[in-house]
């Protein structure tokens, strides 16, 4: 059973910075996809960025490229997504998902519970 456990949200001003993690247990391959999603209120849930665990292929949002960054640590089971510069289009509950391939699209096979990003003005 795969579980994905978020941190890292909160409130921040416009311009400002936060770095989500997702730790994942289970065994990862070099090809499973690790991703972030979000959800604003009143809007569909959106791809945000992925990885493959090996680090091969990178996918961002047109949204988020320059700005934000997604990285794993290996050792720890953990995929971070970086988000600088960060403005009030932002906010949303981001959603970690694990995947056997990258793709932009839903669905993934699993999701975390999500976390809050409120970005203020």
């Known amino acids: 059973q795969v579980q994905l456990i978020e941190s890292g949200g909160g409130s921040v001003q416009a311009g400002g910075s936060l770095r989500l993690s997702c730790a994942a247990s289970?065994?990862?391959?070099?090809?499973?996809?690790m991703g972030w999603f979000r959800q604003a209120p009143g809007k569909e849930r959106e791809f945000v960025a992925a990885?493959?665990?090996?680090?091969?292929?990178?996918y961002y949002a047109d949204s988020v490229k320059g700005r934000f960054t997604i990285a794993r640590d290996n050792t720890k089971n953990t995929v971070y997504l970086q988000m600088n510069s960060l403005n009030p289009e932002d906010t949303a509950v981001y959603y970690c998902?694990?995947?056997?391939?990258?793709?932009?699209?839903?669905?993934?096979?699993?999701w975390g519970q999500g976390t809050q990003v409120t970005v203020s003005s």
């Open positions: 998902a694990q995947n056997t391939f990258i793709t932009k699209s839903r669905p993934w096979d699993f």
């Open positions: 990885t493959t665990w090996g680090g091969s292929t990178i």
């Open positions: 289970g065994r990862l391959f070099s090809t499973t996809a």
